[in-house]
């Protein structure tokens, strides 16, 4: 399986796109503005085609380019129920935004839960639901590869903001050490900003969570 990491937007948000050459699929976790272009060249070069899109949740900057990608691709999408009302209707964030910001609904196809185990890549995936950036914020888990895909639960060194809506410091520090420092030391971490880091080094040094 092989992982490229894609920033678009205007936030330079992280979008990953993991591709199998062997059984040519392909997903992608995120979908900031205007990331389509290049996802489309990764595929073709791969040569994969793009099966589901899964948003790690429900704000802006992770979602703008989700409809364009689902128009190009046909892929369906995942996402957790609580930010259903973000995803669907992404207009009620619009107060929070720059102006200018397009926004685009999108539609969600599978809805993930908490403990879930499904079968993508030839891998299997383990949903995780970790609420306190955003209420429907999910992390997607592969085992064998030992890596996350987080949102913005968790950074390098830092945490997800909570001064949105939904947004709560408590339950952000109960998800990341419930959820995410419970995941092997060694699994990588990859955030919807910024660089990848491990579960242990955040463990050990993250100055708003510690382990």
Not at 10 to 36: F, M, R
């Amino acid at each position: 399986m092989n992982l490229h990491v894609l920033s678009a937007g205007p936030i330079q948000t992280n979008a990953y796109l993991l591709t199998e050459p062997a059984t040519g699929e392909a997903v992608l976790v995120d979908a900031p503005d205007a990331v389509w272009p290049e996802v489309a060249e990764l595929l073709s070069a791969d040569g994969c085609r793009l099966r589901e899109v899964w948003l790690t949740h429900g704000h802006w900057d992770h979602t703008q380019g989700a409809a364009e990608v689902v128009r190009q691709s046909g892929a369906k999408v995942r996402a957790h129920r609580d930010d259903r009302v973000l995803i669907e209707t992404p207009e009620v964030m619009r107060d929070f935004l720059v102006r200018g910001i397009r926004l685009e609904p999108v539609k969600v196809d599978i809805w993930v839960d908490q403990g879930e185990r499904f079968t993508a890549l030839g891998a299997e995936v383990e949903v995780r639901h970790v609420p306190g950036h955003c209420p429907g914020n999910v992390l997607f888990y592969f085992p064998s590869a030992r890596l996350a895909l987080v949102g913005d639960v968790l950074f390098a060194g830092s945490v997800g903001r909570t001064d949105l809506p939904g947004g709560s410091m408590e339950k952000l520090a109960d998800s990341i050490r419930g959820q995410i420092y419970s995941l092997p030391d060694e699994t990588v971490i990859y955030p919807g900003h910024g660089p990848a880091t491990t579960v242990g080094d955040e463990k050990r040094h993250n100055p708003h969570v510690r382990g």
